[in-house]
């Protein structure tokens, strides 16, 4: 199929998908690369000695009612305001730590993808408005919420581990003490407890919260491709899809291997594309990986569909495609896989802690060792592994705006009555313009089988999502991306979809923390000029497939075993002192690089 000749799909869903980048170029997003956000896209209020911050309960005294205030910003976080303005220096400047929330500025016109600038609103560059939340980001971390909203896949906690203390008292020392339970930790775990050369090391297992989390399996190295070959050369770029795709293999064959109940189900995946630019740089991709790793490569086997095959084949009829791509990939339970892995690791001597959050470090200069302070106490380490993900700065400050969280949403559907009887084969993205839908039907065999997990539609909230980033509060829901995502399904899938269950569409929604860093990659390796702080962390809402490798990787280094590492290891996943000099630089979007590829 000549991807020149297809129709043009409808306008919709047009927005700007935010990321977190240090230069134009970016992975963290999976549906190609950025551009700079236009210069009017992010209002703030402009310098006025009658303009001050306020408290959400009080009368701020401007014309414009209080919830729609042109002048004050508000932030939700703990409803202390502050004002954006011009310092001596022409320099725009915040007056507070908290987030910045632009909810209030007059609201722009989004149908076309564009905004509508007001024009008495003076409005700064966008790297002008990036320098103030790249202050507000650098000011600090906050720690984990009390009461986050229950995950789907949590429902219901694990009996035997989601409140387990292997001991009552929280022990004094260990040799290693891993910081996060996820799959990151668990796997960390496991890696260092399967040396049978020595003798296993004493590990202590600190988790905030109950134990564990996880998402699904879906490599879609084609659409970062092309970025790695340009930034790190052709050879990286196949490291790292070659390790994608290994990642995913070695996460399912684990579990089969070891009979953990996850509802693991390797499958194909397809990403269903609604716009010409990111048709043809599907092709431009897949050739370039076919080039370079050979057609039969596993990591290059891609099969294109046109719009017709699209909504037959893959069920939506909907709004109109323009094509899809399908490959290998998988779903599973990443709760029940961790809640098994450390199990398993349990039994090889692994102490877990839950409810039990770390809330510093400590370096004891001279003695080699690792202080983590808690709520229970403090416990000395030789060595400190940190899978924190979006949550790391909080922990250890030089590492902020170095991992920047962000909040994503996510929702369980009930299938329509239309849907397929035994539920949909493949996983899903749905890519358009500048954002995208990823979707995780549950196998058959799974508890609530037929349902669909999908997330995503950041663009949709207010300032495309700028106050998403620099959270780690997952206890609430964006009313703007509920709304949105609850009306996914059928727009994808039209007829397809039929009637809503009659218990309702939605079963379930959600919020998550993800860790992005400024060059989209992960960081894995020893802390530099810190001996024995380790971190496997910023996996960029790509986890899944990465972080069971990652962990592996970590393991070899922390035991001194990394000789041939770098043979399947990217060096650009590796923690570095130019990567910890790299910060935040501002939201970045994903409409151009598109262009810039098929310019090249």
Same mark, same amino acid.
């Given at each position: 199929?000549?991807?020149?000749?297809?129709?043009?799909?409808?306008?919709?869903?047009?927005?700007?998908?935010?990321?977190?980048?240090?230069?134009?170029?970016?992975?963290?997003?999976?549906?190609?690369?950025?551009?700079?956000?236009?210069?009017?896209?992010?209002?703030?209020?402009?310098?006025?000695?009658?303009?001050?911050?306020?408290?959400?309960?009080?009368?701020? &005294?401007?014309?414009?009612?209080?919830?729609?205030?042109?002048?004050?910003?508000?932030?939700?976080?703990?409803?202390?305001?502050?004002?954006?303005?011009?310092?001596?220096? %022409?320099?725009?400047?915040?007056?507070?730590?908290?987030?910045?929330?632009?909810? %209030?500025?007059?609201?722009?016109?989004?149908?076309?993808?564009?905004?509508?600038?007001?024009?008495?609103?003076?409005?700064?560059?966008?790297?002008?408005?990036?320098?103030?939340?790249?202050?507000?980001?650098?000011?600090?971390?906050?720690?984990?919420?009390?009461?986050?909203?229950?995950?789907?896949?949590?429902?219901?906690?694990?009996?035997?581990?989601?409140?387990?203390?292997?001991?009552?008292?929280?022990?004094?020392?260990?040799?290693?003490?891993?910081?996060?339970?996820?799959?990151? &930790?668990?796997?960390?775990?496991?890696?260092?407890?399967?040396?049978?050369?020595?003798?296993?090391?004493?590990?202590?297992?600190?988790?905030?919260?109950?134990?564990?989390?996880?998402?699904?399996?879906?490599?879609?190295?084609?659409?970062?491709?092309?970025?790695?070959?340009?930034?790190?050369?052709?050879?990286?770029?196949?490291?790292?899809?070659?390790?994608?795709?290994?990642?995913?293999?070695?996460?399912?064959?684990?579990?089969?291997?070891?009979?953990?109940?996850?509802?693991?189900?390797?499958?194909?995946?397809?990403?269903?594309?609604?716009?010409?630019?990111?048709?043809?740089?599907?092709?431009?991709?897949?050739?370039?990986?076919?080039?370079?790793?050979?057609?039969?490569?596993?990591?290059?086997?891609?099969? +294109?569909?046109?719009?017709?095959?699209?909504?037959?084949?893959?069920?939506?009829?909907?709004?109109?495609?323009?094509?899809?791509?399908?490959?290998?990939?998988?779903?599973?339970?990443?709760?029940?896989?961790?809640?098994?892995?450390?199990?398993?690791?349990?039994?090889?001597?692994?102490?877990?802690?839950?409810?039990?959050?770390?809330?510093?470090?400590?370096?004891?200069?001279?003695?080699?060792?690792?202080?983590?302070?808690?709520?229970?106490?403090?416990?000395?380490?030789?060595?400190?592994?940190?899978?924190?993900?979006?949550?790391?700065?909080?922990?250890?400050?030089?590492?902020?705006?170095?991992?920047?969280?962000?909040?994503?949403?996510?929702?369980?559907?009930?299938?329509?009555?239309?849907?397929?009887?035994? &539920?949909?084969?493949?996983?899903?993205?749905?890519?358009?313009?500048?954002?995208?839908?990823?979707?995780?039907?549950?196998?058959?065999?799974?508890?609530?089988?037929?349902?669909?997990?999908?997330?995503?539609?950041?663009?949709?909230?207010?300032?495309?999502?700028?106050?998403?980033?620099?959270?780690?509060?997952?206890?609430?829901?964006?009313?703007?991306?509920?709304?949105?995502?609850?009306?996914?399904?059928?727009?994808?899938?039209?007829?397809?979809?039929?009637?809503?269950?009659?218990?309702?569409?939605?079963?379930?929604?959600?919020?998550?923390?993800? %860790?992005?860093?400024?060059?989209?990659?992960?960081?894995?390796?020893?802390?530099?000029?810190?001996?024995?702080?380790?971190?496997?962390?910023?996996?960029?809402?790509?986890?899944?497939?990465?972080?069971?490798?990652?962990?592996?990787?970590?393991?070899?280094?922390?035991?001194?075993?990394?000789?041939?590492?770098?043979?399947? +290891?990217?060096?650009?996943?590796?923690?570095?002192?130019?990567?910890?000099?790299?910060?935040?630089? &501002?939201?970045?979007?994903?409409?151009?690089?598109?262009?810039?590829?098929?310019?090249?």
């Amino acid at each position: 199929m000549n991807p020149s000749t297809s129709e043009k799909p409808q306008d919709y869903a047009k927005g700007t998908e935010s990321r977190v980048t240090g230069k134009r170029r970016a992975m963290v997003m999976p549906n190609g690369s950025p551009v700079l956000t236009d210069a009017s896209a992010i209002p703030i209020a402009p310098t006025s000695p009658t303009f001050r911050p306020h408290n959400k309960h009080q009368d701020c &005294g401007h014309p414009e009612s209080q919830n729609n205030c042109a002048f004050c910003l508000r932030s939700e976080a703990d409803f202390n305001n502050y004002l954006v303005t011009r310092d001596e220096d %022409g320099r725009w400047v915040s007056s507070g730590r908290q987030r910045v929330d632009l909810s %209030g500025v007059p609201r722009r016109l989004f149908q076309s993808g564009r905004s509508e600038p007001t024009p008495e609103i003076e409005r700064p560059s966008v790297e002008e408005v990036d320098d103030v939340l790249r202050d507000v980001i650098s000011e600090g971390c906050e720690e984990l919420a009390a009461c986050p909203t229950q995950s789907y896949w949590q429902d219901p906690p694990d009996k035997e581990i989601a409140d387990l203390r292997t001991t009552e008292e929280l022990p004094a020392r260990a040799d290693v003490v891993i910081i996060g339970s996820g799959i990151s &930790g668990a796997a960390a775990a496991w890696n260092l407890l399967q040396d049978d050369n020595s003798p296993s090391p004493s590990i202590v297992m600190l988790e905030a919260r109950q134990a564990c989390s996880g998402g699904h399996t879906k490599a879609a190295s084609y659409r970062s491709f092309l970025d790695n070959a340009a930034t790190l050369g052709t050879a990286a770029a196949v490291k790292i899809a070659r390790l994608e795709l290994a990642n995913i293999n070695a996460m399912h064959d684990f579990a089969k291997e070891h009979s953990i109940p996850c509802d693991s189900n390797p499958c194909t995946t397809v990403d269903i594309i609604y716009d010409e630019s990111h048709w043809r740089e599907a092709y431009k991709a897949v050739d370039a990986m076919r080039e370079a790793l050979g057609p039969d490569d596993p990591a290059a086997v891609y099969s +294109f569909h046109d719009k017709e095959e699209v909504k037959t084949k893959f069920h939506c009829a909907g709004t109109e495609p323009v094509g899809g791509v399908s490959y290998g990939a998988g779903s599973i339970s990443g709760y029940k896989l961790g809640v098994g892995v450390l199990k398993l690791a349990l039994r090889r001597g692994l102490n877990l802690q839950t409810n039990t959050p770390a809330t510093s470090l400590t370096r004891i200069n001279g003695a080699g060792k690792w202080e983590v302070h808690t709520p229970r106490g403090r416990i000395m380490a030789d060595k400190v592994v940190l899978a924190t993900n979006g949550y790391t700065a909080h922990l250890w400050k030089p590492f902020q705006g170095v991992i920047v969280p962000l909040r994503g949403q996510i929702t369980a559907h009930r299938p329509g009555s239309n849907m397929p009887t035994q &539920g949909l084969a493949t996983t899903y993205s749905f890519i358009y313009d500048n954002g995208y839908e990823y979707m995780v039907p549950r196998p058959v065999g799974a508890k609530n089988a037929g349902d669909i997990v999908i997330g995503g539609g950041l663009v949709k909230a207010p300032d495309e999502g700028l106050y998403e980033y620099g959270t780690t509060d997952d206890t609430a829901l964006n009313d703007t991306i509920s709304s949105y995502l609850y009306d996914t399904t059928p727009r994808y899938f039209g007829d397809s979809w039929g009637r809503d269950h009659p218990d309702g569409r939605v079963r379930k929604e959600w919020t998550g923390i993800m %860790g992005y860093s400024p060059d989209g990659f992960p960081l894995v390796g020893e802390v530099p000029g810190q001996q024995g702080l380790w971190a496997s962390c910023s996996f960029q809402g790509h986890g899944m497939v990465l972080c069971w490798m990652c962990a592996r990787a970590l393991a070899q280094m922390i035991r001194g075993q990394d000789e041939g590492l770098d043979e399947w +290891f990217p060096k650009a996943f590796r923690i570095t002192e130019q990567r910890m000099e790299k910060k935040f630089h &501002g939201r970045l979007h994903t409409s151009a690089a598109v262009e810039n590829h098929q310019a090249d």
